[in-house]
């Protein structure tokens, strides 16, 4: 099993460009989220979804949107980005939804907008 | 709003010391409480979990005590590691919940001194 992955690692935009970072898992989870990391913050939750088909707003959902029309795969758009958006991506999955237990998280794609 | 308060901030200790890193939280609807170890450039991973209904748990050279009246716990790494240096997370969260929202410490920067 590979996991979580995440693509790209990396990415620069300029303000106003939009972009879709990448999510998969080959673990059959139906619980999937993106997460943000910024110093001195922690984690923040962005979006989420419990299954195909089916998302949902987190604490941080503004300039973002999310689609899940495959168990696997969770993109996360960037529809204009700021620099405000700078930060470390996170997806993550869990196999037990409706729950917090066992979250896999991914590697991050560190995005950065200038 | 912070709802879960991580210190400090970064921690440097020498080999064989302990390392202790304490969380504090708000809600008390909170029922269950995770760490995460990331390495750089990875993304978290979860080390350790603990539920309200014990007031200790350990694995390994990991121990999470938990004060549910003082609503605190803590991390406590005995014998600490070179390869245990890392950022830990503490989290908070409602286990049985639809978004399966963890709410995050700011993190806690780790240095073991060989």
């Known amino acids: 099993n590979a996991g979580v992955t995440q693509t790209p690692k990396f990415q620069v935009l300029k303000t106003g460009q939009s972009m879709t970072l990448q999510c998969a898992q080959d673990m059959n989870h139906e619980y999937m989220s993106w997460y943000r990391q910024d110093p001195g913050m922690g984690l923040r939750l962005i979006h989420y979804?419990?299954?195909?088909?089916?998302?949902d707003q987190g604490e941080v959902p503004n300039g973002y949107n999310v689609s899940r029309s495959t168990t696997e795969d969770f993109p996360l758009r960037l529809l204009s980005a700021a620099p405000s958006q700078t930060s470390v991506y996170f997806c993550a999955s869990s196999s037990q939804p409706g729950t917090s237990y066992e979250q896999y998280f991914g590697p991050g794609t560190r995005l950065t907008v200038t | 709003q912070q709802q879960v308060k991580q210190s400090p901030q970064s921690l440097i200790v020498q080999k064989g010391g302990i390392s202790i890193i304490n969380c504090a939280y708000e809600n008390t609807a909170f029922d269950y409480f995770p760490w995460y170890q990331q390495f750089p450039g990875k993304g978290p991973a979860l080390l350790i979990a603990?539920?309200?209904?014990?007031s200790e748990k350990k694995e390994g050279r990991f121990t999470i005590s938990f004060n549910k009246s003082a609503k605190q716990f803590s991390l406590h790494i005995m014998d600490s590691q070179p390869g245990d240096s890392a950022t830990y997370f503490c989290?908070?969260?409602?286990?049985?919940?639809?978004?399966?929202?963890?709410?995050f410490g700011q993190g806690t920067t780790l240095q073991v001194k060989p």
């Open positions: 603990i539920r309200p209904d014990v």
């Open positions: 989290a908070a969260s409602k286990v049985y919940s639809n978004t399966g929202k963890l709410i």
């Open positions: 979804s419990v299954g195909a088909g089916i998302t």
